[in-house]
Structure formats: C-alpha cells, structure tokens
C-alpha cells in the first residue's frame, strides 16, 4: 500500500471535526457495531472456520463476549463520561474539583490472530466508547477474518473516522511512523517492543496485550476430576491457541498419573475419540506455527496425544509428563494444544517455581483451601487470577483484563477500556472572589501563615456525606474564620 493512501491522516481530520465527542454519536456507533456482528454472523463464522477451523458454537462464544461488552457501554456511557467528583480539601471548599475524562485522540488498534474478534473489535468498543477515532489493523495472519472486516466494518461504522487497514509486516511499519495518541497493541512480546520503540519517538502511550506461560498450580486438595475436566476446557480450546490458556501443570509427583488419566478422559470426552475430525476442535493456524511447536516436543515423554498432520495443520490433544524445567517446552510460550506437566513437592516449591520467571499473564489454582488461594494471590504476581476454573475472568466486564511486565501493560474490558482509552483530565473551577482565602499562601511566609496553611491544606472532607444544609454551615465557619485572620494580618501591618 502507498504510505500517502494511508487513512491516519483522514483519521486525524475527522477526529477534528468534534463528532466523535458527542455521546450521542458515540451510541449510535457502537449500537451499529453490535448490528454489524449480529447481521454478519455468517460471515464472521465462515472467516473463522477457513482460518482457524473454528465451528459455529466456538465463534459464537467469541461474538456473544463482543455483544456483552457494546452493550455495557451503551448503558453506561453517560456515566463513564460525566464529570467525577473528587474529595476537597479545606483550601478547595468552596470550588468546583472533579475529573473529566476527555478523548484522547486517535487510536491504532492492532490485533491478533487467534481471536481476532475479542482483541481487535474489544478495544474499539473502548476506543469508540471514549470518543476517540481508531484506525484498525487486524492480524494479517487471519487473512479471512481480516478481509470480512475490511469488506463489512466500513458499511456500519463511519469510515472516516473508523478507517481499515489490512496488509502485513510493510502496512504495519507505515503505519508505525504516523503519530497517534495512543495504540493498542495485542500480540507477543517480540513485536511489542518493536511497538513501543516507535511509540516512543512520538512520546505515545501503549496498551500492550501480550501474553506468557500461565502456570496452573493443582493441589492435592481438590476435586481432581472438576479440575481436570476445567483444565482440559481452557487448555485444547482454539486448539491450545488462546493467550491465557493454561500453559503448564505444577502438581505433586504422586497426582501426576490420575492428572493425565483425567485429562485423557476429558479430552475423548470434548473431542471424540478422533479430535481430527471433530469440528469442536480446529487447527494451528500456518505451517509456521505447526513446526514450532512440533519442536517444542523435542526432549518431552508425550503421555497423551501428539497425532499430527503438517498438510491440515493439526496437532492432536498432547499432555506431556516428568517435563524438566530446561525442557523446549518450557522456553517459551506454548500457544497450541501441548501441555507439559512439572511436579513440585509443595505450594512453596510452586510459589518458587512461578517466581523465578517472568510475571505471566494469567495465574491458575485449583484447590479447596481458601487460605492457599489467599496465599499465592499475595506472593506472586500476575495479570489475572483464577481459582477453580481457567479463562472465565476473561468474560467479566466488571475485571480489568491485562498483564504485568512481560505479559503486558495496560488494561481493558468495560469501563477499564474507556479509562484506558480516555485522559482523565484534572479540573479545578475557582471564583474571582474571597481573596482573604489566599492570604496565607502569598509572600511574606510567617508561621502563623503556615499553620493556618497547614490546617486548610491537609484537612480533607468528603461532600458525598453531608448534605447542603451541613456544607452551608461549614462554609460558613470556614468564611468566618478567613475574616478574622484576614482582619488580624491587617491590623499587624
């Protein structure tokens, strides 16, 4: 694509005409972006099935997370948006002090490829929702996917201000020397810093959405069956190709036989006896893909699974037992349906374990002790938590969904996504009157200045609790008070 064809520019100037600021313009958006995915179903479903073999049921779960979000933020957009009040201090009493949340501009979105629904139309709904213009770049990777939303986004969204741009690694690059005021980037870590580098020759903030290995900690202390069955569910859903899958399984080395028992059982359970031919189950998504993870098995005992066939792109179920931490596997992200397990003879060794390396984006435990779960949450560290189940924090509109350090920065989901997308502006509304008020902060400083200063600046209330005729009275203590230092600092002079 010629760089001057590139719609950030046309982006920019519609942004500028002010129509995105308008709630009503806002709603009226994302109220066609929900008619979008409801009347194009079909055609999001027959793009997802060419590229990742998903079925109907799978990408309706996808869809149905989309219309959840839109609409929650067209039931509270007017709330989000309005102006919020903050605490006083005595000083500011008599002001006006609240945050406006403004837009911040334009954003890029750049998606991925393996929901490309949830991580490339889920931050519009908060970019759009903010008042922001966004240009959208969905993975080229998911080429049918991509091609459904350049041929069908435009004829519902206004595409001035909600540009596609498709393409691979050359359009991206262009798009990366543009300015924007904010992009969102979701994908690995390799490229996000690619991102971020130039990001920062424009001084522009990032979401980054990445990913990393999820431990999943199962204790002897639980339904080894549920857990099982839930630990399958998250693991070989999209064929293991979801960011906060569970990557890998600490357990002790006496449960390792019924944990792969279990999950066998699950897996013939969910996927037929032939995975392959089960339309529930899907492929990797390229013959690139497939190769790396077929080296990743190098050096690992396959306890279950591991059927493949390069010329469909399929990788069968795969557990992986007595995995080393030196293993391939273990190196870097897994993203596909292979699922080491490692065993640790305590939580203190697991704890350990998930603290020696990078903070992942999602933690998993499976136990019946409340205290071990209040445990781990306080000493690791990780995007999201889960106890007793994997990747339905996923689906909360009410939690921020993102990571920390590798796996991430930055959040979204509901009214996380409009703050994200939004710069919470900081407002103070004075009046030109009760200048006796500023007395103690000009020049001369005197100690009695400060300690009059030292009370009105540190005492805080909270309006919230009072009601008018209590901050009336109040109002006027505080008045009277001013006078009479003002009416002593002018007989001292």
């Given at each position: 694509m010629d760089p001057l064809s590139f719609p950030t520019p046309g982006a920019q100037k519609a942004f500028l005409t002010g129509r995105s600021k308008s709630l009503e313009y806002r709603i009226t958006q994302l109220k066609n972006l929900l008619r979008f995915v409801r009347e194009r179903q079909n055609e999001i479903t027959e793009g997802l099935k060419k590229d990742l073999g998903r079925s109907e049921g799978g990408t309706l779960y996808e869809t149905l997370g989309l219309e959840s979000e839109i609409n929650l933020a067209v039931k509270y957009l007017k709330e989000w948006a309005a102006p919020r009040p903050v605490s006083k201090s005595m000083m500011t009493i008599s002001d006006q002090v609240y945050i406006q949340p403004e837009p911040l501009g334009v954003v890029l979105v750049i998606g991925a490829w393996n929901y490309p629904w949830a991580v490339t139309i889920g931050p519009l709904i908060g970019a759009i929702a903010a008042g922001n213009a966004a240009v959208i770049k969905p993975s080229e990777v998911s080429s049918h996917t991509s091609k459904v939303m350049e041929d069908f986004l435009p004829l519902y969204l206004d595409k001035e201000l909600y540009p596609v741009v498709t393409g691979g690694l050359?359009?991206?690059?262009?798009?990366?020397?543009?300015?924007?005021?904010?992009?969102?980037?979701?994908?690995?870590g390799t490229v996000a810093k690619i991102i971020m580098e130039a990001a920062a020759k424009h001084l522009t903030p990032t979401t980054l959405e990445l990913g990393g290995k999820s431990p999943c900690y199962i204790d002897n202390n639980c339904d080894l069956a549920i857990a099982c069955r839930r630990i399958a569910w998250g693991k070989y859903s999209n064929c293991g190709q979801t960011c906060i899958a569970p990557d890998y399984i600490l357990c002790d080395p006496s449960m390792q036989d019924r944990v792969i028992e279990e999950i066998k059982k699950n897996i013939k359970d969910f996927y037929t006896e032939d995975p392959q031919k089960?339309?529930?189950?899907?492929?990797?998504?390229?013959?690139?893909?497939?190769?790396?993870?077929?080296?990743l098995l190098e050096g690992s005992t396959v306890a279950v699974g591991g059927e493949n066939d390069?010329?469909?792109?399929?990788?069968?179920?795969?557990?992986?037992?007595?995995?080393?931490?030196?293993?391939?596997?273990?190196?870097?992200?897994?993203?596909?349906?292979?699922?080491?397990?490692?065993?640790?003879?305590?939580?203190?060794?697991?704890?350990?374990?998930?603290?020696?390396?990078?903070?992942?984006?999602?933690?998993?435990?499976?136990?019946?002790?409340?205290?071990?779960?209040?445990?781990?949450?306080?000493?690791?560290?990780?995007?999201?938590?889960?106890?007793?189940?994997?990747?339905?924090?996923?689906?909360?509109?009410?939690?921020?969904?993102?990571?920390?350090?590798?796996?991430?920065?930055?959040?979204?989901?509901?009214?996380?996504?409009?703050?994200?997308?939004?710069h919470l502006r900081g407002c103070l509304i004075?009046?030109?009157?009760?200048?006796?008020?500023?007395?103690?902060?000009?020049?001369?400083?005197?100690?009695?200045?400060?300690?009059?200063?030292?009370?009105?600046?540190?005492?805080?209330?909270?309006?919230?609790?009072?009601?008018?005729?209590?901050?009336?009275?109040?109002?006027?203590?505080?008045?009277?008070?001013?006078?009479?230092?003002?009416?002593?600092?002018?007989?001292?002079?």
């Open positions: 050359t359009e991206t690059q262009e798009l990366l020397k543009q300015r924007f005021d904010h992009i969102f980037y979701t994908g690995n089960c339309l529930d189950y899907g492929h990797i998504i390229n013959h690139r893909h497939f190769r790396r993870l077929m080296a390069e010329s469909l792109c399929y990788i069968g179920p795969t557990v992986l037992r007595d995995v080393k931490p030196d293993a391939k596997v273990m190196q870097e992200e897994i993203f596909g349906p292979l699922l080491p397990i490692l065993t640790v003879s305590s939580a203190d060794e697991a704890i350990k374990f998930i603290n020696q390396r990078e903070k992942p984006l999602a933690l998993y435990i499976f136990t019946s002790d409340n205290k071990l779960i209040k445990r781990m949450i306080a000493e690791t560290s990780s995007g999201g938590v889960v106890a007793n189940d994997c990747l339905m924090h996923f689906s909360v509109s009410s939690l921020p969904f993102g990571g920390v350090g590798n796996s991430g920065m930055g959040h979204y989901h509901g009214k996380y996504g409009f703050d994200n997308l939004s004075k009046q030109l009157k009760m200048e006796g008020v500023n007395k103690m902060r000009y020049p001369p400083h005197t100690a009695d200045k400060l300690g009059w200063a030292r009370f009105f600046i540190l005492k805080h209330v909270d309006f919230g609790s009072l009601g008018r005729m209590v901050l009336l009275a109040l109002m006027a203590v505080f008045v009277a008070v001013i006078l009479q230092v003002t009416d002593y600092y002018t007989h001292v002079k």
